[in-house]
Structures are given as structure tokens and as C-alpha cells.
């Protein structure tokens, strides 16, 4: 009894220093009123409200128009002056006072959130930051930063566990590691009083108080609401405030970069226009106890003297209580037993839960049961008296399972939490906690608290987690659109790839009806969607004509499968869509080309009969003219046969290039010198003389760049286009013609996929009626025209430029609007291939022969005849055959100085087997190639064997002439 009594003597003692401070910064009458405990408590006070009008000048209210936004910062985690809550919302009352200041000032923040202490200091020394939140004043931060007027003031304490030696004040720590908050200016105090510490720095004072509480510093020194508001929110029964400061009490500014001096006492000024209703409802909605004022030396005494009298009667009371304390052991002795019987119970349950048990007193385990032992894999003695931390495998899980335990039981009084332990032998498992006071409203009694080891539940769940998500990305991931939808229409899901054709979010889609969504798709539609899903046939496909975002139109094609029920009742429908857009402009295309294609074959053999009649009808009159005195009165008639005969070739020589089959020889041009020609021909002079209003305007580039091509169809493509634009010109109107050097950086994506290069650009537009959109994609299909009867050619202008591009390798582009007109835009790659020189016109006398011997060889004896005829009258020995393998007989025994092959002879070989047949035994035998048909990959085999030159059939006299020429040249 007597140790009881000397232990509680010790008690009192131990705790009158703690009451003494407690009492002293409370600032209340400790005679009107019981010491309160340290809490923070929000409440719903509407700090914002009141405002009253500020007196301005007219130079302050022009400084804050032209700064009307002003950036922010503040402690990350300063509570309660300034931190950020779950929500990531600026708390504090330095943020109610900021706001209160701004909004009385009219001006708008930015805030710059989650910064660190020293990231704050160092931006604001910067000028990144305007204006800090709360900061105490010091001389380093004098230099780059001004201060308001201080507008919070709390004590200085000093903050220790409840188990560490005395400390009373400053002196006493000395030697000790106190916890400092980086870049705080008490540090430099301590350093300017001599108080030599071991300084353990941390980024909070959150930090700080934990390092305290674990036992990893002896003390740290903090503002006395920061730390209260801190130790309560994280349930750190631990510590306590061992004794007050000499630095009086904690002053925080609002700071200013010191460049806007102007800001100061428009602050200063908004501050003092606070009310003290408004500044009590601030202090009020984050403190019950308030701490104003600070203390005097005499009021020092005066407690000190009361406290004395208050010791004195205590240890009055202690001798009475002393005697009546032996009555109390019987009646204890009693409840002991029955309480002895009762723990016994609670053991036996305790011992064999299912489920881990265990007490922990400020997170230092006290008491665990078996069960506990075996889901952490420790001894018994192993975790009693232990940390908590041991069974974590981070300290920030140790710490989030701390704040978020003790915030639940504090609304509820009990808490919850999912989390990860750390077995004795490193194995990380997942538990989940639940945690009660022993007491209600005492966390110093301690905390029961059950763990169920969920670490097979969590795989469980882990997987039906990542199978839903590897679903999700399989369907996400597609680029079909994937929707869901019910019997009324309402869409329930929508993949990411519907969302993006759609131009629209997924909240947008989801919930509005699929018939919304493809608008073709109208309740008739919808209904026989409905109609046609059954569980005997649970698939549909339709295709239909939608509208996608900007109104694009598009071809779509969507496969329906249903989702029946038991019953057989379709109850939901799975759609499956795609954009068959492209492919469905691929199939025109291809349509186009095997109508192209046919359209060719039948050219090409109609252009091979039609060029073998043609020869004559172009060739013979050069003879009779050569025979015919200047004077003839039939001079003009044979003219007119034979202008006749060249028209009804150049309409062959347009079947061919529609067949893209007439290209045989090219060469280097320009375009600018292609139109400039035209723009001398007969043709166009004629053209423009029966449409007087049209004027043709030229905006040709100087260094055009040469392309490789034939300038006999880039002139006919250059003659249709303008032709075509006279046409659609009714009356007045102009035609420019344009050429630029244009490069292309990458592949176009549009119809004409327009490789990357360098291009030569001829543009050819027209002011006429222009095209109407539905003839668009027809223009360049042969006969295909809406011209007037008698006005207009043969309906394959466009269809040869269409040819001409595509056998030069180009793109061709067609912009339309009727009414405004239309143009046509060719690309030619571009060629280093310099130009030939001109060709003039030649007389006989250059391209007569020298009595050299040429042996004709063709299958058509009007052909044979017609060839002979015209080179015996140049002066050359001719000699026939009528087919290949006659020719080849024939050199076998004989020579000549040329060969003159037609390509194509049925029946037998053809000029080139006939070539390479003779080549086997003349190896130097000199030959060139005619045809009524193309330059096929035939023709272009025989060049390549060494054939000198490719005469197209029909011919003229000068032609055939110069061309034997040639070939017969050394």
C-alpha cells in the first residue's frame, strides 16, 4: 500500500511540469475552467461571408486591373494553416484567410499545389511563385521576399514521446536529435542561441512528429496548433508537449515576391479589413482551444503559486485517501476473481479464434493470439512488445494503414482497412484489418484489432480482374465497333473504336439509342433487326448508308447477334460493325479497272486492224504526190484522203492510250514548252476562234522541271483538258493554265495516295458550269459525256488524260462546284534528264537511200506492198517475206542491210522470235520494229535484243524514211 502511495506521489510530480504548460499556453483561468485537450474539429462556419469594401487608390486599384491573376503556393502539408485534402482541395486557415484577402481584393489565384517546403522557397526566389500563404520572416528570405503584417500567431512547443527523459525547455536539448522540418527558420534559431543538436531533417512536420513517435528522433519543436491538429488526425497517443520555447510565439506572414512591393499593403489592407467575427469564425472552424495571447513572467509565478496550494490539499487528500484504500482491497480481491473467471473465458476464445487477434497500445503490439502467430509466422514472444512497423514492408504502409485506421474510428469508432504484411520469412500477404478501441474515446487504453489473411481471395480476385481486363483490351482494342444494346434501342456498352468513328465520348453513346447512332437505322429498320434475331437463326447482317461526325458520310456493315433467355425471349443484341467505306471505293476501282481493261483489249485489236487499213490510206498519198505536178487539180483531194487517214489514227491512237497501251517512246519535256506549242497549233487557234469570249490566261513557272514522257500524248492530254474547259464555258469565261514544281513530304491517304517525291504540276481550270457530284466519279470513263451533240468529240477526251497520267506514272486531282467551275490538277514525277534538241522538218533528200538492201517482213500483202512501194521510191533494193520463218530461210542463204519486222504475223512466230532467230547466226543483223497495234512488252523485248527503232503503224513516207535512216546509220 505503501508503494501504491509512493508511486502515485511520483505521478503527480512526473506530470505537474506537463500541467504547468498546458495550463500557461491555454491562456484561460485555470480556476473558471479544466484543462481541454488538444483537438481540431471542422466545422461549417462560412468563413467567405461579411465582406466589406476596401478604401483604394487609383494607382492600387490600376496595379490589381493589370494583375489580375496571381500565383500561389503554400506548405504541402502544414496543418491546420495549410495542406491539401483527400479531395486535393487547398485546406487551412491560412487558405481561408488567402481566400478572404482575394476576394475582398477581386482578384483570382492559380494555384501551384503539392510543392514541398523547399520547393516553395526556391520558386518563389525565382519568380515562378507571386505570393506564399503563410511563412515565418527571416534574414535569408528578406532578400527576395517582402511580408505582409503577421496575421497568425500560435506558441513555440516542444514535442517528445510520453517515455523520454525530461525536457523542459531549450537548454535540455542539447546533444539530443531533434527532428527539423528542411528550410524552416527555427533551425537557424537554435543555431543562433548556441543549442548544439543532432538535426534530423525531414520534408513535413507530419514527418517530423512520426520520426518522434517511432523513436527515430528525441524532440521536435513546432507551432503548438500545427502539432496538435497532427497528432490527433494520426492517432499519435504517444507524444506529448514537454515544455514551451523562448521564441514567444509563432508569427506567419503572407510573403510577396519583393518585385511587386505594390502588393503589400493592398494585402495589409484586406487583412485589416477582416472582422474579428470573421477572424473568429476562421479560428473557431479548425481550433476549441484557443491560443491568443502569450504569457508573462509574473503570470509564470502566479501559477507556479497556485499549483503549490493545489499540491499542498493533494497531499491531504492523499493521506485520507491512503486510509480508505484498505477498505477498497477487499472489494477489489472480489471483482478480481469475478474478473479472473471472466479473462479466463476470454482466453480460452482468445486462443482459439480462427481468425488473428491482437491489442496494440500506440501501434506497439501487446497481446496476440495463436492464430495471429501463425498468419505472421512469428513466435509469440517474437511479436509482443514489438512495433506494428515489423509487420510491413514499407514504412508508408505502415503509415497509411496509421492515418486511415484512426480517421475511420474516429467517425465510427471502429475502422477497416485492406492492406499488405510482410511474414517473418519476407513472404508479403494481403490482410484485411479491422480495429476497435478498447475504450471508446480513449486510444491510450489501447486498440483490439482482428486479421484475416485474404491472400488466396485477392488471387482470386486478381485474376477474375485481369481476365475481365484482358476481355476489356480484346473488345477495347478492336477496330470493329463493338456495341451492346437492349430491346428498346437503349445502348449499354460501346467500344473505344465506335467512339472514335463516332466523334463522340462514351458517355455520349452510352444510354442513347442505337437507332441515334446510325440515323438509316429508323424504327422501321430497328424493328426488323428485332424481327429477324431468333434463336433458330440468332445472326443478322445488314448494311446500310450512315453518317459519321462532321457529317461524312459513310458505308457501314454490322453483323446483330442475340442474347435470348431461357424462355427463348431475346432480352439483349451484341452488334458487331464495320467501315467498308475503303473497301467499297477499292471495288469501284477495280470495277474501273477491268473495264478499262476490256474496254482495252477490245481497242488494242481494233486499233491493230484499223492501223494495217489506215497505212494505205496515210501512205499512198505521199507517192502520188511525189509524182504529182504542184498544179494537179487533185492535189487537194489527196491532201484531204490523207488528213483524213492521220484523224481516224490519232481516234485510234486514243484507243490506245485508253488501253494504256500507246506510250512507246519517252523523252524528256517540259510542260511549259508543250503548252506553248499547243498553244501555236492549228487546233487551238481553231478552237478559239468559234469561242472569241474565252480568254486563256498563263501562269507558268520559270524553272519548271523537266518529266519523262511522250510529248505527243502530254499535247493531245494538254489539248482535251483545255477543249473540255471551252466546252463547260457557256458563254464568257476564262481558262488559266498553271505549272509549278511542288514537293510532296509523305504518302497522301486520300483516293489518289499521291506517293512522297518531287512533282512537276500542271493545273488547268475553267469559270463554267462545273460538274454536278453525281457525274464526279463517271468523267473519266470512255463515251461518257453530257456535251451537245455536234459541239463535242468522240467522248474520250477525258478518258485519254486519264489514260496519259497513268502511263506516265502521275496522279490526277478534280475539284468541281457547279456554278463556279471546275479543275483539273496533273503530277508528273519530275526527271534530271535534260531535253533532246529539236527536230526540224525534213525533205526527201535527207532520208533517201543509197541502193541498201531491206527485206520487208509482214503477214499482210497490201502491207508488204505498200513498204516496198515507198522505200524503192527512196532509193533502196527491197526485197519480202511473208512470214518469219520464211525471212529466216531467206538470210540463211542471203544478206541484207535492214530488216523491216511487223511484230504481230499469225499464223508463225512474231518480229522478235524472228529477230532472235536471226541473231543466232547474224549476230549483227540491223532491224526495226513495226506495229498496228502497241508497244507491248513484245516490242519492248525486241529493242532490247538490239532492234534500232519502233515504227507505229500507219506511217507516212517521211516518217518510214527517216526512221531506215537511222537505223541504217554507223
Not at 480513449?442 to 485474404?454: E, P, R
Not at 470495277?591 to 494505205?616: F, P
Request: proline share 4%; hydrophobic share 40%; glycine share 8%.
Amino acid at each position: 500500500m505503501l508503494i501504491a502511495s509512493v508511486n502515485h506521489v511520483k505521478f503527480i510530480f512526473s506530470h505537474l511540469g506537463i500541467i504547468l504548460i498546458t495550463l500557461i499556453l491555454s491562456g484561460e483561468n485555470c480556476c473558471a475552467q479544466q484543462q481541454q485537450p488538444l483537438e481540431i474539429k471542422e466545422k461549417s462556419q462560412n468563413v467567405l461571408s461579411n465582406e466589406s469594401p476596401l478604401n483604394l487608390s487609383l494607382e492600387e486599384t490600376q496595379w490589381l486591373a493589370q494583375h489580375p491573376l496571381i500565383k500561389i503556393a503554400g506548405p504541402k502539408a502544414f496543418p491546420p494553416f495549410n495542406y491539401y485534402s483527400a479531395d486535393g482541395m487547398l485546406s487551412g486557415m491560412a487558405a481561408d484567410y488567402i481566400r478572404l484577402v482575394f476576394n475582398k481584393l477581386h482578384l483570382k489565384m492559380e494555384i501551384q499545389d503539392n510543392l514541398l517546403w523547399p520547393d516553395v522557397l526556391k520558386m518563389a526566389k525565382g519568380k515562378s511563385i507571386d505570393l506564399i500563404t503563410c511563412a515565418a520572416r527571416t534574414e535569408e528570405r528578406d532578400k527576395y521576399l517582402l511580408f505582409s503584417d503577421p496575421y497568425l500567431s500560435f506558441p513555440l512547443v516542444i514535442i517528445t514521446r510520453t517515455t523520454a527523459p525530461f525536457i523542459g525547455g531549450l537548454d535540455d536539448l542539447h546533444g539530443h536529435k531533434v527532428a527539423i522540418v528542411d528550410k524552416v527558420s527555427v533551425y537557424e534559431w537554435l543555431k543562433r542561441d548556441g543549442i548544439d543538436i543532432d538535426p534530423l531533417f525531414v520534408k513535413t512536420p507530419e514527418e517530423a512528429l512520426m520520426a518522434v513517435s517511432l523513436g527515430e528522433a528525441d524532440a521536435h519543436i513546432e507551432n503548438i496548433a500545427a502539432a496538435g491538429h497532427l497528432i490527433q488526425q494520426k492517432g499519435l497517443t504517444n507524444l506529448k508537449i514537454a515544455g514551451p520555447t523562448t521564441y514567444g510565439n509563432y508569427d506567419l506572414f503572407i510573403a510577396v515576391r519583393n518585385d511587386w512591393p505594390e502588393l503589400v499593403p493592398l494585402i495589409n489592407k484586406a487583412l485589416a479589413s477582416i472582422s474579428h467575427q470573421q477572424r473568429s469564425e476562421i479560428r473557431n472552424k479548425w481550433l476549441t482551444v484557443r491560443y491568443e495571447y502569450g504569457i508573462t513572467a509574473k503570470e509564470v509565478v502566479l501559477w507556479i503559486l497556485c499549483l503549490s496550494g493545489l499540491f499542498a490539499t493533494g497531499l491531504l487528500v492523499f493521506y485520507a485517501w491512503n486510509r480508505s484504500l484498505k477498505k477498497e482491497i477487499v472489494e477489489r480481491k472480489r471483482v478480481e476473481k469475478a474478473l479472473q473467471s471472466q479473462k479466463s473465458t476470454l482466453d480460452s476464445i482468445f486462443r482459439v479464434a480462427p481468425t488473428g487477434i491482437g491489442l496494440v497500445v500506440n501501434r506497439v503490439i501487446v497481446q496476440a493470439n495463436d492464430k495471429l502467430c501463425h498468419i505472421t509466422g512469428y513466435a509469440h514472444e517474437e511479436l509482443i512488445n514489438q512495433n506494428a512497423r515489423i509487420l510491413y514492408p514499407s514504412t508508408e504502409e505502415f503509415e497509411f494503414v496509421g492515418t486511415e485506421k484512426y480517421r475511420q474510428i474516429a467517425e465510427k469508432d471502429t475502422g477497416t482497412v485492406e492492406t499488405h504484411w510482410q511474414r517473418k520469412d519476407k513472404t508479403i500477404i494481403d490482410v484485411l484489418l479491422s480495429s476497435t478501441p478498447v475504450k471508446i474515446g480513449d486510444l491510450s487504453q489501447g486498440v483490439t484489432f482482428t486479421a484475416l489473411d485474404i491472400t488466396a481471395n485477392k488471387c482470386v480476385e486478381n485474376e477474375l480482374i485481369r481476365s475481365a481486363e484482358r476481355y476489356k483490351g480484346i473488345v477495347e482494342d478492336q477496330t470493329e465497333f463493338i456495341c451492346r444494346f437492349g430491346i428498346d434501342g437503349q445502348i449499354t456498352f460501346a467500344n473505344r473504336a465506335i467512339c472514335r468513328f463516332m466523334g463522340k465520348t462514351n458517355e455520349e453513346i452510352v444510354g442513347g439509342l442505337f437507332t441515334q447512332l446510325l440515323p438509316n437505322t429508323g424504327s422501321h429498320s430497328f424493328l426488323e433487326i428485332l424481327d429477324k434475331l431468333t434463336p433458330d437463326t440468332p445472326v443478322y447482317t445488314y448494311e446500310h448508308i450512315g453518317l459519321r461526325q462532321a457529317g461524312k458520310e459513310y458505308r457501314g456493315i454490322w453483323t446483330f447477334r442475340g442474347i435470348f433467355n431461357n424462355g427463348g425471349q431475346l432480352v439483349e443484341i451484341q452488334a458487331v460493325g464495320r467501315d467498308v467505306t475503303q473497301r467499297k471505293i477499292l471495288e469501284e476501282k477495280l470495277r474501273q479497272s477491268h473495264k478499262m481493261e476490256a474496254i482495252g483489249a477490245l481497242a488494242g485489236g481494233v486499233a491493230h486492224d484499223l492501223n494495217n487499213i489506215l497505212t494505205g490510206i496515210v501512205s499512198y498519198p505521199d507517192l502520188l504526190l511525189l509524182s504529182m505536178p504542184p498544179d494537179s487539180p487533185y492535189r487537194k483531194a489527196i491532201l484531204t484522203i490523207q488528213a483524213s487517214g492521220k484523224k481516224a489514227a490519232a481516234i485510234v491512237q486514243d484507243l490506245l492510250t485508253l488501253a494504256r497501251r500507246g506510250v512507246a517512246v519517252k523523252d524528256a519535256a517540259n510542260l511549259n514548252t508543250l503548252i506553248s506549242e499547243y498553244l501555236l497549233t492549228p487546233e487551238h487557234k481553231k478552237l478559239m476562234s468559234s469561242r472569241s469570249a474565252i480568254n486563256v490566261n498563263l501562269d507558268l513557272a520559270a524553272d519548271l522541271q523537266n518529266i519523262e514522257g511522250s510529248p505527243f500524248h502530254l499535247t493531245k492530254a494538254i489539248m482535251n483538258l483545255v477543249a473540255n474547259g471551252a466546252e463547260a464555258i457557256a458563254e464568257n469565261g476564262t481558262i488559266t493554265i498553271r505549272t509549278e514544281n511542288r514537293t510532296i513530304s509523305e504518302t497522301t491517304s486520300d483516293n489518289n495516295n499521291l506517293m512522297a517525291g518531287d512533282y512537276a504540276v500542271l493545273t488547268i481550270s475553267d469559270t463554267g458550269v462545273g460538274i454536278p457530284p453525281n457525274n464526279l466519279d463517271r468523267i473519266f470513263e470512255p463515251f461518257f459525256t453530257n456535251k451537245k451533240m455536234g459541239r463535242s468529240g468522240t467522248g474520250l477526251g477525258l478518258a485519254v488524260v486519264w489514260g496519259t497520267v497513268q502511263d506516265h506514272n502521275g496522279y490526277i486531282k478534280i475539284e468541281s462546284l457547279e456554278g463556279k467551275g471546275t479543275t483539273f490538277t496533273l503530277y508528273f514525277p519530275v526527271t534530271k534528264q535534260e531535253m533532246s534538241e529539236v527536230n526540224h522538218p525534213s525533205t526527201v533528200r535527207d532520208y533517201i537511200g543509197n541502193g541498201q538492201s531491206i527485206l520487208i517482213v509482214d503477214d499482210m500483202s497490201s502491207q508488204r506492198e505498200i513498204a516496198m512501194e515507198l522505200l524503192t521510191n527512196l532509193n533502196y533494193i527491197v526485197k519480202s517475206a511473208s512470214s518469219g520463218e520464211e525471212a529466216v530461210d531467206y538470210l540463211k542463204e542471203n544478206s541484207v542491210d535492214l530488216l523491216v519486222l511487223d511484230m504481230i504475223m499469225a499464223p508463225g512466230i512474231d518480229g522478235l522470235e524472228t529477230y532472235k532467230r536471226i541473231l543466232d547466226f547474224k549476230p549483227h543483223q540491223k532491224a526495226i520494229i513495226t506495229s498496228g497495234y502497241s508497244e507491248t512488252n513484245r516490242v519492248k523485248g525486241a529493242l532490247k535484243a538490239g532492234v534500232k527503232a519502233y515504227l507505229r503503224k500507219p506511217y507516212s513516207l517521211e516518217e518510214l524514211g527517216v526512221t531506215i535512216k537511222k537505223a541504217l546509220a554507223p
